[in-house]
């Protein structure tokens, strides 16, 4: 059994900044991608930024400039560096990733809350 546990979602003034982290744990032989995405209330999932193993990320257009991913192999743990938070990206954040066990499947966290205000 594969967990991902986020942490690092609250509330925050517009401007400001947010680091969430995501964190696998289980019969994981390795990891390939790893992403986040989030979901505004109303509104479908949308992918913010991906990970590859070797570094290769890819970001919507929306946070480009402003949010970073980055992650620790030796730790399965997934990063986002938000900066410069607008209220529109109040919305429930999900990490994912491609975890290769007795087979390969996406696994995906509880989600983490991040508010911003005006």
């Known amino acids: 059994q594969v967990q991902l546990v986020e942490s690092g979602g609250g509330l925050v003034q517009a401007g400001g900044s947010l680091r969430l982290s995501c964190a696998a744990s289980?019969?994981?032989?390795?990891?390939?991608?790893m992403g986040w995405y989030r979901q505004a209330l109303g509104k479908q999932r949308e992918l913010v930024a991906h990970i590859t193993t070797g570094g290769s990320t890819n970001y919507a257009d929306s946070v480009k400039g402003r949010f970073t991913i980055s992650r620790d192999n030796a730790k399965n743990t997934v990063f986002l560096q938000m900066n410069s938070l607008k209220p529109e990206d109040t919305a429930v954040y999900y990490c994912?990733?491609?975890?290769?066990?007795?087979?390969?499947?996406?696994?995906w966290g509880q989600g983490t809350q991040v508010t911003v205000s005006s």
């Open positions: 289980g019969s994981i032989f390795s990891i390939s991608a």
């Open positions: 994912d990733a491609l975890v290769l066990t007795s087979t390969v499947k996406t696994y």
